[in-house]
């Protein structure tokens, strides 16, 4: 497992609500609207009818049905926000019945394609973070594409150029090196950070980043804030739902039914689930987890919808 994919003091599965310069506070949830969506699953084309049997009773054939189309079910990723103010955005408040499921991309990327091709066909809106680093390798480059042909259903934010430790300094994703500041970051090294990754993201998927951005290890400090925010990151987007998809079940991870039970379980208005494209169980745990939020009447959209 890469580095950049431990995250010190990770934690499963809680909700909070923070606002920068205020100490972390617990945010009560506003119940979801239990009004169901239909189950949108990608249904197969339908067999050819069989060829005429030289049977003196041939069986009739069957009349072939069109296969339907999923349709988005009101979600919507293109109205990103302005800059505006500075915030920290766990779980977005007056959400309504809608929640957001997010992915980082700062390390393996195997099951990447497979999980958007998934939210593609089940017209899951969503909001993905990619590192710099990983947006430069084909399979990076691969994902970035299918944004840009998607960007009704998919927004980006920015994750950093190395998944380094912004707050402390080292660790770092697929590569320790650049992270090697022997303390603290700079200003400087944290801005370089995110507008290194942001042209690399921008050209690459025809989007831009700005203003959500996800600290490496969810570690920030004052410092941090606002440096980020000095490049036009104003709104550090964390995370009330917490899969650990980025660790395997021989390490204890969750198989996909534990992942997927635990997220339809805690889901609520304004949810932040926080998953990664390279999670384990995370394209199996989808399968569950899609179907059963929409039949509790949660609407799946990007960040985007789900501030503004």
């Not at 745990?285 to 039949?295: G, K």
Request: glycine share 10%; charged share 10%; with cysteine.
């Amino acid at each position: 497992m890469p580095a950049g994919w431990r995250r010190p003091g990770g934690f499963l599965l809680t909700a909070v609500l923070v606002v920068a310069g205020c100490a972390p506070s617990a945010s009560p949830n506003a119940s979801a609207s239990h009004s169901s969506f239909p189950r949108i699953t990608a249904s197969p084309s339908p067999s050819p009818s069989p060829s005429p049997s030289p049977s003196p009773s041939p069986s009739p054939s069957r009349t072939p049905r069109p296969t339907p189309t999923p349709v988005a079910l009101g979600c919507y990723a293109g109205n990103r926000g302005p800059v505006g103010e500075r915030e920290i955005i766990a779980i977005a408040p007056n959400a309504g019945p809608a929640m957001a499921l997010t992915f980082d991309m700062g390390g393996r990327l195997d099951p990447a394609v497979d999980i958007l091709d998934f939210l593609i066909a089940n017209q899951v809106c969503a909001t993905l973070f990619p590192t710099g680093a990983m947006s430069e390798m084909a399979a990076g480059q691969e994902v970035l594409a299918i944004v840009r042909a998607n960007p009704e259903l998919f927004e980006l934010g920015n994750h950093t150029m190395h998944h380094c430790n912004l707050r402390d300094g080292g660790l770092g994703s697929p590569t320790e090196a650049p992270c090697a500041t022997a303390g603290p970051p700079s200003a400087a090294f944290i801005s370089a950070e995110l507008t290194d990754a942001a042209a690399i993201v921008e050209t690459a998927s025809g989007q831009p980043t700005v203003p959500y951005w996800r600290p490496p290890y969810g570690a920030y400090n004052e410092a941090v804030l606002a440096a980020a925010a000095g490049v036009g990151y104003t709104k550090t987007i964390m995370w009330s739902i917490d899969t650990i998809d980025w660790r395997p079940i021989t390490e204890g991870g969750p198989t996909a039914e534990q992942m997927a039970s635990g997220v339809v379980t805690s889901a609520s208005s304004g949810s932040i689930v926080l998953m990664h494209l390279g999670g384990y169980e995370t394209l199996a745990a989808l399968a569950i987890m899609v179907p059963a939020l929409r039949e509790r009447g949660l609407l799946l959209t990007s960040i985007s919808d789900l501030l503004n």
